[in-house]
Nanobody, 123 residues
Framework: VQLQASGGGSVQAGGSLRVSCAVSGRTFSFYGMGWFRQAPGKEREFVAAIRSNGGTAYYADSVKGRFTISRDNAKNMGYLQMNSLKPEDTAVYYC?????????????????WGQGTQVTVSS
């Protein structure tokens, strides 16, 4: 089972980025997906989660209204669209999957993780 995150980069404040997560080795539609981030010197924090069927999403308050999580089960892909980016959004972003149909916000409950992709927002 592999998760491959991509699409990070550098952008100025107010800009947009979309990070992607390619999932292989499992039936993606049976698993919930989450995005987390970790800034230097800080703990990994929850960003967004989406149900296995893509029907419902949940966001951290810090990104609500700016970020959108989505998935394409036919392509085994997950996405995080990030708009109105702020310098405090700078972090390594990780995708993760967990069996089940719920919305999962606890990093400890996820069983597989991508390698992370760096997002840097300059002021």
């Amino acid at each position: 089972v592999q998760l491959q995150a991509s699409g990070g980069g550098s952008v100025q404040a107010g800009g947009s980025l979309r990070v992607s997560c390619a999932v292989s080795g499992r039936t993606f539609s049976f698993y919930g997906m989450g995005w987390f981030r970790q800034a230097p010197g800080k703990e990994r924090e929850f960003v967004a989660a989406i149900r296995s069927n893509g029907g419902t999403a949940y966001y951290a308050d810090s990104v609500k209204g700016r970020f959108t999580i989505s998935r394409d089960n036919a392509k085994n892909m997950g996405y995080l669209q990030m708009n109105s980016l702020k310098p405090e959004d700078t972090a390594v972003y990780y995708c993760a999957t967990k069996p089940g149909s719920g919305l999962y916000t606890d990093a400890k409950s996820y069983d597989y993780w991508g390698q992370g992709t760096q997002v840097t927002v300059s002021s």
